[in-house]
């Protein structure tokens, strides 16, 4: 079946310009995950989605980083006021539940800011 | 906080020969384990896992990795590389039954098989 998509691909912004990035979670996946992969760095949790339930925003670096999860699918990282530091790959992924269960992610948003 | 960490960045081998690479994590919970890998130009697969049961595990590939819970150690193994299993690996821990379901991740081994 169809696996995590993620939209755009890529994304060169202007520093101090505010970009969107898509996901799209395997259907029927209730939980969902962003994580950001830096040049040289591992990959860094930023936020995760089960449900209904209230989202672990934990892991978003600063308040110029949210995002929203629509019907319990689709979902959507904003970045607002982007800075160069911001540059990284973007990845998303959905597991069927929580717990006990593997994430498959997505191809990635690489994000240029400059 | 949790950590983990893969102490080869950068490996180079021949093909045949043998792989391990190390990965250590920092907690004393239940964990949940993971390996993933990043081919060239592709997305993040996961290449094996550990929940419970028997700590050696085998995935995808010919890949293995063996949980010793008393080293805190998750290391991956394969007997024989090719030339195809050049790619970025990635260890993974996520606390079982905590409050967060997130994956915290080691900075990741670039592997370069030569043929």
């Known amino acids: 079946g169809a696996g995590v998509s993620q939209s755009p691909s890529n994304k060169v912004t202007e520093k101090g310009k505010d970009v969107e990035l898509r996901c799209d979670p395997i259907?029927?996946?209730?939980?969902l995950y962003w994580y950001r992969q830096s040049l040289g760095q591992g990959l860094e949790f930023l936020i995760y989605?089960?449900?209904?339930?209230?989202?672990?925003k934990s892991g978003l670096p600063s308040d110029r980083f949210s995002a929203e999860r629509t019907g319990g699918s689709v979902s959507t990282l904003t970045i607002q006021r982007t800075q160069q530091e911001d540059s990284a790959v973007y990845l998303c992924?959905?597991?069927?539940?929580?717990?006990?269960?593997?994430?498959?992610f997505g191809p990635g948003t690489r994000l240029t800011v400059t | 906080a949790q950590s983990v960490s893969q102490h080869n960045h950068h490996v180079i081998l021949s093909e045949a020969a043998s792989l391990e690479l190390g990965c250590n994590y920092s907690y004393g919970g239940t964990v949940n384990l993971f390996w993933y890998v990043q081919y060239p130009g592709q997305h993040l697969q996961l290449l094996l896992k550990?929940?419970?049961?028997?700590?050696l595990v085998k995935g995808i590939k010919g890949f293995e990795a063996e949980f010793i819970k008393s080293k805190f150690s998750f290391n991956l193994r394969k007997p024989s590389v090719q030339w195809s299993d050049t790619a970025e690996y990635f260890c993974?821990?996520?606390?079982?039954?905590?409050?967060?379901?997130?994956?915290?991740f080691g900075t990741g081994t670039l592997l370069a098989v030569q043929p």
């Open positions: 550990y929940f419970s049961g028997d700590p």
């Open positions: 992924a959905s597991s069927l539940a929580s717990h006990s269960y593997e994430q498959y």
């Open positions: 993974a821990v996520k606390n079982y039954g905590g409050a967060t379901n997130k994956l915290i």
């Open positions: 989605f089960q449900g209904n339930s209230a989202p672990d």
């Open positions: 259907s029927g996946h209730t939980a």
